[in-house]
């Protein structure tokens, strides 16, 4: 069965922005007849309870699920099979650049700063055994493209770099890249619904899935909850959460609601209003509870 999907990273509460994606992943799956699948993103930042506390702020907003939670740890097995197939069909390199050195170093022609410049691409077997004695490898993709089209329904055709990207960090761990593109996979996920902040990644993700023979999935980049001051909402915002803005006698749920333009009380009810040529195409600016007009 297709599905749709929502992959918290269980770092923390999650906040009203956070569960308006929440719903509005919901809300393209169950509006196209797809199945709803969670997967808890623990392969890093997990602190103690917080899967468990945004799995229960999902419910109590009105959202179920089909299956099992799949959590991202249990799938270290796939994600190295997937890394050692592309190691043996010579499609990947060690690297052993530090993120200061590869931020520092001058970037490849038509990649945006950050991107990765190539310096280990074509170490010798010498040089790599020298790099071996002072740090581990990380396992980058060695990309035969510069760049990729995916294709998004609310964005259109978004073509983006694609440099080496890192499909296995020098601790061992497997990359976001890989990861979600195998997860997803695993899961029967053909509608990926995320915020806005993720549509550069897509074309690395699109591609890596070619070359791993996955299906690339219907790819929806949904705006941004942001702060009075245009920044990425976050905790330090104030009372975001679900937790802090009931305790403020504040409706989470109208609150997103009435953020995407629905009349309805409940997600279920937003069903039948649902319209995806209708929703907001600019982010959502949060105003603070103790400010006026909290609708923001």
């Not at 945004?54 to 799938?75: E, K, N, Y």
């Not at 080496?164 to 990861?179: E, F, I, P, S, W």
């Not at 195998?182 to 619904?193: C, K, S, Y």
Request: hydrophobic share 40%.
């Amino acid at each position: 069965m297709p599905a749709g999907r929502y992959a918290p990273s269980p770092s923390g509460d999650l906040h009203v922005g956070n569960l308006r994606t929440a719903v509005l992943a919901w809300l393209f799956a169950r509006s196209t007849g797809r199945d709803f699948v969670l997967r808890v993103d623990d392969l890093d930042r997990a602190r103690p309870g917080a899967a468990e506390r945004q799995l229960g702020d999902l419910a109590t907003l009105g959202l179920d699920w089909d299956g099992p939670v799949l959590w991202q740890s249990t799938r270290t097995d796939a994600h190295r099979d997937a890394i050692r197939s592309l190691v043996d069909a010579g499609r990947t390199f060690e690297c052993f650049c530090t993120r200061r050195e590869i931020l520092e170093a001058p970037a490849a022609p038509h990649h945006p700063p950050g991107s990765y410049p190539g310096t280990c691409r074509d170490l010798t077997p010498a040089e790599r055994e020298e790099r071996r004695r002072e740090r581990p490898a990380a396992i980058r993709l060695r990309s035969a493209v510069d760049t990729w089209t995916a294709h998004d329904l609310l964005h259109g055709a978004f073509t983006g770099p694609v440099d080496d990207l890192v499909l296995q960090r020098g601790d061992g761990v497997a990359a976001y890249n890989l990861t979600v593109v195998l997860d997803d996979a695993h899961q029967g996920v053909d509608q990926v619904v995320r915020g806005d902040d993720l549509l550069p990644s897509t074309p690395r993700q699109a591609h890596l899935a070619t070359l791993l023979d996955l299906p690339v999935p219907q790819y929806v980049h949904v705006p941004l909850a942001l702060n009075v001051e245009g920044a990425r909402l976050a905790k330090r915002d104030g009372a975001v959460t679900l937790a802090e803005l009931t305790a403020r006698g504040i409706d989470a749920l109208a609150l997103i609601g009435r953020s995407l333009g629905f009349t309805g009380a409940t997600p279920q009810e937003w069903l039948d209003e649902f319209d995806p040529a209708r929703l907001p195409r600019e982010p959502w600016i949060v105003v603070p509870p103790d400010a006026p007009n909290t609708a923001g």
